[in-house]
């Protein structure tokens, strides 16, 4: 039988514009666009083990390689490049090396003594992979699916966290956390351990030998990765490099929330920033470019990336070729705003379980493919192994909203030190925005005010017909979908996408804590513009009769003011 490997190939010469490389042994075909982040100069791929018996193309990053090129003392390696220890582990390891790897990655490896192959996607799904078929029988890996759509006769999304081996013809997980059977944890919250955590998961991202950054909306969380990563790189070698000064980056409407929380947060921490505008038109101009790119009818992901979009293009002009972000914490604080209904913990448990287990068909594949149409890597650190260990082993009763405990408490008293402070107390307890609305809320706004003129009503009264998968219920909807289908009109692409109920970011099974949910099933955060009133309401109480904590009752004004979603808030 003969195999095709197919990584990014010419239809992806964007994800990697420093170095085209391909590699043929009898039928089997490894082809690499290389974006150059580590060791530039002599880590092209394929990659190879002494001999070239092993064979391995990559997308991603292994930030543990130094530790494990220790445990390989016999090994001779041809490059400086962090993925030239995945030939040598195999070597030594067999198919059983994958839970070394501590990084995000998507790979092939062939060994050519024996025509066999194995195929891995890292634990969350950060980097993104896809797996298709022939008629011929020929087997087709590529990052994204226009390098295979057009060749395979079924296709679909590599599962994250799973290793796909020739020689059993399967798929089997390799990632098995103890989270991920949903079972309810009980380790008490302690604040340091999960601060260090996340401190050493941003540190190992700091690895690069090329200009990098981070990317800061003014929010919590990306205000968190650019506060540690202020503290940490003057001793990193890329500030030898590159210099100790960090730059930022953030995009909105004029006037946005997400622009005057960034302004001030990058001027809180001494970074250089860089702050980007667009208008509502050149959102919309983009948005058949976006669909393309990030390759989903989801509105949500469309929304936001679009922006993120926008951004990469403009950061990748300066130069600057890799980003730290803030993408997972939500999910694994039970951050978005419709968890102030969650009825108890272990509700808000599995929920949290099942919104990381989506992560990589919603905000990874946004904050990887967005990034990537321009040749720009960005990092997770919320998303690292151990953070997640360390995040969701605590009892979930600490994530619980209620009156004196904002949405994601525990991940900001972690933060929250008198004596060194990460961040200004206001933006600590800042509520949570979701991305597109956080750029300006007429953003979204034009978006619907666009769709309604391709879209007519007797179209929405055939939609279910049109498209009986997935059928859109808004015209917006319709409208991604219309673009979606012209560049990926097969049924296996569309397939690609999930579907199901949500309001405010959730899960169809959420949906079902409040009853009203389904009356207003808008996946932007303003749809939970009244639970998390009332929330604060019940704070404002608290705090009148002196019973919140101090930091409630400082911040809850601007809490109050800055939260409302839906409400354009002016400078």
């Known amino acids: 039988m003969m195999y095709n490997f197919v990584i ?34 002599s880590g092209d791929q394929p990659l190879f083990n002494e001999d070239q018996a092993i064979v391995v193309t990559v997308n991603g990053e292994i930030y543990n390689h130094e530790e494990l090129r220790k445990l390989l003392p016999n090994h001779k390696f041809r490059t400086g490049s962090d993925c030239d220890v995945i030939s040598h582990l195999y070597e030594e390891y067999g198919e059983n090396f994958v839970d070394m790897l501590d990084g995000m990655f998507s790979f092939v490896l062939l060994d050519t003594r024996d025509n066999s192959f194995i195929v891995a996607r890292d634990a969350i799904g950060i980097t993104s992979l896809y797996m298709g078929w022939g008629l011929d029988g020929s087997v087709w890996i590529s990052s994204e699916l226009k390098g295979l759509n057009d060749d395979c006769e079924h296709f679909e999304c590599f599962p994250p966290g799973h290793l796909y081996s020739s ?23 302690d604040p340091l351990a999960l601060r260090r955590a996340f401190e050493k998961a941003v540190i190992k991202r700091l690895m690069t030998d090329v200009p990098s950054g981070v990317l800061l909306s003014g929010g919590l969380d990306s205000s968190l990765v650019a506060s540690v990563t202020a503290r940490h790189l003057a001793g990193t070698q890329a500030a030898r490099q590159w210099g100790a000064h960090l730059h930022s980056f953030c995009v909105g ?25 667009f208008t509502v038109q050149d959102g919309i101009d983009a948005i058949e470019d976006v669909i393309y790119h990030i390759e989903t009818y989801d509105v949500t992901t469309i929304r936001a990336s679009t922006p ?20 997972g914490s939500d999910e694994i604080f039970g951050g978005y705003l419709y968890f102030h209904k969650a009825p108890n913990k272990e509700e808000l448990h599995s929920e949290t379980c099942r919104k990381i287990k989506a992560l990589h068909q919603y905000d990874c594949l946004r904050a990887n493919k ?80 666009h769709a309604e003129l391709h879209v007519n009503d007797k ?18 909807a319709c409208y991604y979908r219309m673009i979606f289908e012209r560049f990926f009109p097969q049924n296996s692409a569309r397939l690609t996408v999930p579907g199901g109920a949500s309001v405010a970011c959730s899960t169809a099974k959420a949906v ?57 808030i002016q400078s």
């Open 308 to 327: 993120m979009f926008l951004l990469a293009r403009k950061i990748k002009a300066l130069g600057v070729k890799m980003v730290i972000s803030g993408e």
């Open 253 to 277: 409407l004029e006037n946005s929330p997400d622009l005057k929380a960034a302004r001030e947060v990058a001027d809180y921490l001494g970074t250089i920033h860089h702050e980007f505008h």
């Open 512 to 568: 079902e804590w409040d009853a009203s949910w389904s009356n207003n099933l808008d996946p932007s955060g303003r749809a939970a513009l009244g639970v998390h009133l009332s929330a604060y309401e019940q704070q404002a109480a608290l705090a009148s009769a002196g019973a919140a904590p101090p930091e409630i009752i400082d911040n809850l004004p601007r809490m109050m003011k800055v939260g409302a979603p839906g409400v354009a």
């Open 459 to 476: 179209m929405m009264q055939n939609a279910g017909h049109i498209f009986p998968h997935n059928t859109p219920t808004t015209k917006e």
């Open 370 to 449: 967005a990034t990537s149409a321009w040749g720009l890597e960005a990092r997770v650190p919320f998303l690292d192994k151990d953070f997640i260990n360390v995040a969701m082993a605590i009892d979930p009763e600490w994530k619980m909203i209620k009156p004196g405990h904002i949405e994601k408490w525990v991940l900001r008293k972690a933060f929250d030190d008198e004596e060194h402070p990460y961040l200004p107390k206001h933006i600590l307890y800042r509520q949570k925005e979701q991305f597109s609305d956080g750029v300006g809320y007429s953003w979204i706004d034009g978006l619907k005010a």
């Open 8 to 41: 990014d190939c010419n239809r992806l010469k964007h994800r990697g514009p420093d170095w085209s490389g391909l590699h043929q042994h009898g039928g089997f075909y490894l082809a690499h666009q290389r974006l150059a982040i580590i060791d530039p100069a």
């Open 167 to 189: 020689k059993s013809g399967g798929l089997r997980r390799w990632y098995n956390p103890l989270w991920f059977s949903e079972a309810i944890p009980s380790t008490p919250y």
